[in-house]
């Protein structure tokens, strides 16, 4: 039987919130490649095509399973309810600063926000 491991965490405790930002639009991941990528098919075929980059689909509470894991999750919710409001947060804005950045790099508005979170209408907590 396969026993992986889940991945470590990225929020290990409240002092890596803290030293976190908000990611870059620009800068971070593949997206220097992404907008280079938008770039050069919309000078070839901006008139045929309607170009938009990937939408980030994930809800608030599936990053925060991602960065912090899910047992970390509810132990906050109980235990330390104000960090996890403040991960909440800093999750949301971060997510508004992103779509106003692929709007503006776009010139234009992108597709309607959509917000997916399997985690919350599962039976994944509900159990």
């Excluded at 990937?54 to 399973?65: E, H, K, V």
């Excluded at 709007?103 to 508005?109: E, H, T, V, Y």
Aim: aromatic content about 10%.
């Amino acid at each position: 039987m396969d026993q992986r491991q889940s991945p470590k965490p990225i929020i290990l405790n409240e002092s890596d919130l803290q030293t976190m930002n908000y990611p870059d639009f620009y800068r971070s991941g593949p997206m220097p490649k992404a907008i280079e990528f938008y770039e050069e098919i919309s000078r070839i075929r901006r008139d045929e095509l309607e170009i938009v980059f990937p939408m980030f689909c994930r809800g608030p509470f599936s990053i925060a399973w991602a960065l912090r894991s899910l047992q970390n999750c509810c132990t906050d919710l109980c235990r330390n309810p104000d960090f996890f409001h403040r991960l909440m947060t800093f999750i949301t804005e971060s997510r508004i600063t992103w779509e106003k950045e692929g709007r503006r790099c776009l010139g234009r508005d992108m597709r309607r926000v959509q917000l997916d979170d399997d985690e919350v209408d599962g039976d994944i907590i509900s159990r």
